[in-house]
């Protein structure tokens, strides 16, 4: 079979998972699970056989015209190259590994064969936008995309919580979109064609003729998709959803599309140096404020949540000083440790039966409940932290060596500042997400208190899927540092000398403040109570407990995320910030205020005129031939000598009238 028949049945495979899902889901429930599981792992298995074949060879593109549209065609093209067959392997993995951990994480769960289709369609749309050669054909997996998590962060629709997430998720993401659509169509109408490869010809050429206008454009798509400053609110709301959904948008899907459009299409916005700084600033202030947000956090998702912000600002700030090399070498990193951090969490949520740290950093005994979780999320955080010789160590390396190099005014088209912005925001983030990182292990598994509730066993699938994780959260950055510029484009990726010992140093700055910090509190976690944090839920089923939890733990476990805990080194570092980064700098205030209430003001008006103004009207015109008819009805009398009257008294006034006019 020819390379490009075995990549379209990549994104063809989750499809009919997904459709055969639907339909025999009440019909043949015992076909639901292989449905959910083979298909994605057959997608997965020769999304490797693609990425081995087409190695570091010259792109591969096929293509088939569509529609004919009379000045822009659209093709059903595909694109195969280094970096887009690498990131399908890596949403290949994520997805089968959610769909086995979700086997069990699910199992009693009566929607589970609406959700397995969902988890597999959302899958075949991110390999569409991967292997998509044409613009508009991405549209439509960026737009299913969008569709399938308003309803996977909605899977709770139980709860208010979720509901209202899913809707800020998709309306937030659309607003994005709408300028990214205008973008879209403003760079075919200046390439003209909506063929990647084409308007990468026309960038190099020069021949786009509005280059700030477009990139603009796209990056207010990139924002809300890729949850990037100012458009990232809806990310942490989105935790209540279930951790498996998480760990797919978090890791390999959604998020990552946004990047990825961005790398596609680099050469679009390196034509343009306030796109460059734009961008740049937009990577600054998310990394720094994700980070200072994910210290104060206490749900144990929404700390992941921030993380994926800030992780996701680290390859866009790698973008703005033009390296797409090390933004997907990053992407790549982060996808594997992420998708551990939130199954690991999965696991850990189940064993204490809260998702609140507070609540956690008072049981004893949850690192013996779930020892898995215990290694593989230390693994994951401390991948996270870009400590030696895990993972995100080179790839967050690779970042800050792109930067450094582009402010020593090396990189063509990057004025110096955007490089020192990336390059100091990313050393600051550095010590934050070390910060955050120690703080939730910490907090998560070296609590102390009466022992945790036993919720049982923790499932084995769920559990050996955080293993396999963990392979390449070990393995993948120092194996692959040396041999990825050969997939991608030939640049220099790793440490410099300069970078690593910044890096890391700083890295162990903030995990060893926030060490001293929960050491300094330890006294007050003993001494001070946290309302009933270890009582034990109604139901020790994951799923029912993250919907509970999600929703109102405080309702379940007592005023835990409001009261103030002295144990949380978070409280200890951030002082008087605390409060504000806790409701992440109040910008869901901001937006409500600014665009919410004027909104509702607006329908509210709108509403009174419609039943005011335009609904009396139109009863005042149905009701003046009402009136005229009842009184013409009482005119009918059938009397003749009345209608003689009438007619004898009418005759005197025109008489008269005439009389006085003459």
Sequence with gaps: MTLTALAALVPLLPFLGAAAGLLLGRRAPGFVRPLAVLPTAAAFTLAAVVAAR??????????HRLTATG??????????DGFSVLIAVLVGLVA??????????????????????????????????????DVMVLLVGWEIMGICSYFLVGHYWETETARSASIKAFLVTKLGDVPFLIG???????????RISGILTAAAHGQLHHPTLVALLLLAGVAGKSAQFPLHTWLPDAMAGPTPVSALIHAATMVAAGIYLVARLLPVFTASATALAVLAAMAAVTMIGSGLAALAQDDI??????????????????LAVG???????????????????????????????????????????????????????????????????LSGFFSKESVLRAAEHASAGHTAHVPAAVGWTVFVAGLVAAVLTAAYAGRLFLMAFRGSGPEAA??????????????????????????????LPDWFG??????????SVLGTGLALVGALITYGAWKAAAAARRTVPLGAVTAEPAAAEPERVEAEAAADHEAVYGDVGAAHDPGDPGRLLLGPLHWHAARGFHLDTLYAALFVRPVLAAAELVRFLDREVVETYVRGAGGAPRLLGAAVRKAQTGNVQTYLSALLAGAVVLAVLVAVGT
Excluded at 454 to 460: A, E, F, I, W
Excluded at 470 to 478: H, M, N, S
């Design 323 to 389: 390296n797409r090399d090390a933004a997907v070498f990053h992407l790549l990193s982060h996808g594997a440790f992420k998708a551990l951090l939130f199954l690991g969490a999965g696991v850990v949520i189940h064993a204490a039966g809260t998702n609140s740290l507070s609540a956690m950093s008072r049981m004893g005994g949850l690192a013996k409940r779930a020892p898995d979780a215990v290694w593989t999320m230390g693994i994951a955080l401390a991948a996270l932290a870009a400590l030696p010789p």
């Design 301 to 318: 998702k929404r700390v992941l949540a921030y993380s994926t912000i800030g992780q996701l600002g680290y390859t866009a700030g790698a």
């Design 454 to 483: 036993d919720h049982g066993r923790q499932p084995v699938l769920m559990t050996a899927v955080l293993w396999v994780l963990a392979v390449p959260t070990l393995a993948f950055g120092g194996l692959a540092y040396r041999r």
């Design 184 to 194: 879209v169509f403003a760079l075919a109408a200046d390439a003209r064609t909506f």
């Design 96 to 133: 089968t590994c959610v769909q086995l951990y979700s086997l069990s994480y699910l199992r009693d769960d009566p929607r589970y064969p609406s959700y397995a289709a969902l988890v597999s369609l959302f899958t075949a749309a991110m390999f569409l936008v991967v292997y998509s050669g």
């Design 490 to 499: 030939h640049a220099p990726l790793g440490p410099t000398l300069i970078t």
């Design 54 to 63: 087409q190695g570091t060879g010259q792109p591969t593109d096929a293509a």
């Design 71 to 80: 000045s822009v065609p659209i093709d059903l093209a595909l694109h195969l």
